[in-house]
T-cell receptor, first 113, second 114 residues
């Protein structure tokens, strides 16, 4: 039972345009959400997070939106750069109990020059 | 550089063998988590330690065990290895065992079972 789903395995965008990566979750006890970026042969790198008390968090070119009623979050990258090409993982954690992250299966983003 | 160090980077061994993976968390971090990533899938949580004590277990097999030492480094022990244990094993650390703190990951150990 996948509690965090990234339904798009891959996404290709042109340099300078917006990249939108999507993530859905099923567990209503999740209250903290994160995005990680992963390059080959490296570990996941923390990008941005959002608490369930907010619906938007912004950090430079990266913005995460949370729609709690739809159990959906998205990561917007504007403008996209070739160096953004990587696998992006959505992750979630519950308010109580286990503090470990539940990850989606990832979306491979390719930014074309 | 996340500050989390994992050794070795690669391990190649045979079925039935035992290996130990090592993780040094970021300076000051008390929580250590182990994750397994198989075949370009998402990361699956194995086990968490906080300040030397086991805090939570995920999908960890009985053949696997871990511990966290007084200097806060952690080791993941995998025994009676099977072909299906071939995967990337990541360690992550965070300052405390509370919400709203990101985990920071090492670069992983790639385990190949022949």
């Amino acid at each position: 039972d996948q509690q965090v789903k990234q339904n798009s395995p891959s996404l290709s965008v042109q340099e300078g345009r917006i990249s939108i990566l999507n993530c859905d979750y099923t567990n209503s006890m999740f209250d903290y959400f994160l995005w990680y970026k992963k390059y080959p042969a490296e570990g996941p790198t923390f990008l941005i997070s959002i608490s369930s008390i907010k619906d938007k968090n912004e950090d430079g070119r990266f913005t995460v939106f949370l729609n709690k009623s739809a159990k959906h979050l998205s990561l917007h990258i504007v403008p996209s750069q070739p160096g953004d090409s990587a696998v992006y993982f959505c992750a979630a954690r519950g308010k109580t109990g286990r503090r470990a992250l539940t990850f989606g299966s990832g979306t491979r983003l390719q930014v074309q020059p | 550089d996340s500050g989390v160090t994992q050794t070795p980077k690669h391990l190649i061994t045979a079925t039935g063998q035992r290996v130990t993976l090592r993780c040094s968390p970021r300076s000051g971090d008390l929580s250590v988590y182990w994750y397994q990533q198989s075949l370009d899938q998402g990361l699956q949580f194995l086990i968490q330690y906080y300040n030397g004590e086991e805090r939570a277990k995920g999908n960890i097999l009985e053949r696997f065990s871990a511990q966290q030492f007084p200097d806060l480094h952690s080791e993941l022990n995998l025994s009676s290895l099977e072909l299906g244990d071939s995967a990337l094993y990541f360690c992550a650390s965070s300052l405390r065992d509370s919400s709203n703190q990101p985990q920071h990951f090492g670069d992983g150990t790639r385990l190949s079972i022949l």
